[in-house]
């Protein structure tokens, strides 16, 4: 004599099945990624600082704002690449710039394209 009552979900069934660790596959779109394309700024490129940029970060000036229109540098890595892989970037550029005092020393800015001229 069968149980009249309904079959149990799967998700509530006693078997140690239901506890096991399950493995997806990844999403189609993960696995063709489209590859970077060229740019106008690759990395080693030298460039100057076009439009009124200001930031907090600078070494040595205990927060101040510092504005970097005018300064030249060069860039450092492309934040819109990883590994050969095209991601999407807010700033797509990373800027290594002189500190303003002359000690020799550099920091980096994150920049955007547009922000940017070739020296």
């Known amino acids: 004599a069968r149980d009249k009552r309904p079959?149990?979900?799967?998700m509530f069934a006693s078997s140690t099945r239901a506890f096991?660790?399950?493995?997806?596959?990844?999403?189609?779109a993960l696995r063709a990624r489209r590859t970077t394309t060229a740019t106008a700024m690759p990395v080693g490129?030298?460039?100057?600082?076009?439009?009124?940029v200001i930031v907090f970060h600078v070494p040595k000036t205990k927060g101040a704002a510092t504005d970097l229109?005018?300064?030249?540098?060069?860039?450092?890595?492309?934040?819109?690449?990883?590994?050969?892989?095209?991601?999407?970037?807010?700033?797509?550029?990373?800027?290594?710039?002189p500190v303003p005092d002359g000690s020799g020393k550099t920091f980096i800015a994150h920049l955007d394209e547009d922000e940017l001229e070739l020296a």
């Open 20 to 28: 096991a660790p399950r493995r997806f596959a990844p999403a189609p």
């Open 45 to 52: 490129t030298a460039v100057k600082v076009k439009s009124s």
């Open 69 to 97: 229109q005018g300064m030249q540098g060069v860039v450092d890595s492309r934040a819109d690449d990883h590994e050969g892989i095209a991601v999407s970037a807010t700033l797509a550029c990373r800027v290594k710039l």
């Open 7 to 10: 079959p149990v979900p799967f």
